[in-house]
């Protein structure tokens, strides 16, 4: 399906038809032009012939149904993976990517062994919550929430991730609130202060994943380029700006940033910010070992007795390869 060019075909329509297709394929959900009868037959035809809705995607589901996760072939044969997690709570997210592959190099990262292939368009980026929405409709729920969490650095492809998250957000489209649209960034400086000034109060996320400037340039080449200390002025400026919390994650990998002492440098890095720790235990992608179940809760106890608000982030999809870091596709986009 290209929503663009689909848009492009009825640019010379009334205004109140353009309203009928958006509620058609964002809210109805239709698959098949034909549904919608208040399009005359000429028009859904047409449609119909040069405009079809189909997805191209295969799909993998946990052993415990709590993650779907897809990989979606586009018009040019390249690929991204995108994943639904089901929450306990009935909460749906869906997990986008925004590039096919990231150049970006994090260590810990599936996605990083595929270097930049292509950025996606907005359309592109939505098609991947549009394919969900569709899965979930059978069961009258819909996607609640939208993460960009999946392949790729959302901040270099920042014009498209924007327009994505403005459809997301329109309320005759999906009409996702502001605030259940995060957008995780490893921790481009511009990026940051560039969405400070965006007028939709979406969530940010940071990849910490580290407690000193030694130990990230190792693991995300980009803290060599940006210092912690940097980082965390630009984002005192934000949440200036703002007034919203930060989410930081921090990936926890075994004999790497995982010790007592690492625990207490972050406590001092991060008290007093508006701010709260995901702890995220490492996804096996081949190059470390996860730290125990043991020392992740001793870590997150030594961030709270430094009045750090933290949360261990249940692990969806592992044994689909559809958790934090693992995702990656290969045939198709080399
Ligand atoms: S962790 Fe994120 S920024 Fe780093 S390589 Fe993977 S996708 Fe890119």
Not at 90 to 113: D, I, Q
Not at 129 to 150: I, P
Not at 242 to 269: C, P, S
């Amino acid at each position: 399906m290209d929503w663009k060019r689909t848009r492009e075909a009825l640019a010379d329509e009334p205004a109140y038809r353009m309203r009928q297709v958006k509620k058609a394929l964002f809210v109805d959900l239709i698959e098949n032009w034909e549904e919608v009868t208040v399009l005359p037959k000429v028009l859904r035809d047409k449609l119909a012939t040069e405009y079809p809705l189909g997805i191209t995607a295969k799909t993998l589901v946990s052993s415990d149904n709590a993650t779907v996760k897809a990989l979606i072939t586009f018009d040019d044969g390249k690929q991204v993976e995108t994943v639904l997690m089901r929450h306990n709570s009935g909460r749906n997210t869906v997990c986008v990517s925004s590039l096919v592959g990231c150049p970006m190099g994090c260590t810990f990262c599936a996605t990083a062994s595929m270097g930049l292939v292509r950025k996606l368009t907005a359309d592109e980026i939505v098609l991947q919550v549009l394919f969900f929405a569709r899965l979930l409709k059978s069961e009258k729920v819909r996607v609640g929430s939208v993460v960009y969490m999946g392949m790729g650095e959302p901040f270099l492809n920042y014009e498209a991730v924007m327009e994505s998250v403005h459809i997301l957000h329109d309320p005759e489209m999906f009409g996702i609130g502001a605030r259940h649209i995060s957008i995780s960034t490893c921790g481009i400086l511009e990026g940051i202060q560039r969405l400070a000034n965006e007028d939709l109060p979406v969530n940010l996320a940071v990849s910490l994943h580290a407690s000193n400037d030694v130990v990230r340039g190792e693991i995300m080449p980009i803290g060599r380029t940006y210092s912690i200390e940097k980082l965390m002025e630009v984002i005192d400026e934000y949440v200036r700006v703002t007034k919203r919390k930060v989410m930081f994650e921090y990936l926890l990998v075994d004999g790497v940033n995982d010790t007592d002492d690492h625990a207490i440098e972050l406590g001092k890095i991060l008290k007093g910010k508006l701010c709260m720790v995901n702890l995220i235990s490492y996804n096996p992608t081949g190059k470390y070992t996860a730290t125990s179940e043991k020392q992740i809760n001793h870590f997150k106890s030594l961030l709270e007795r430094a009045g750090v608000d933290v949360a261990i982030r249940y692990r969806f999809g592992r044994d689909i390869e559809g958790a934090c870091g693992q995702l990656a596709t290969r045939k198709s986009n080399e």
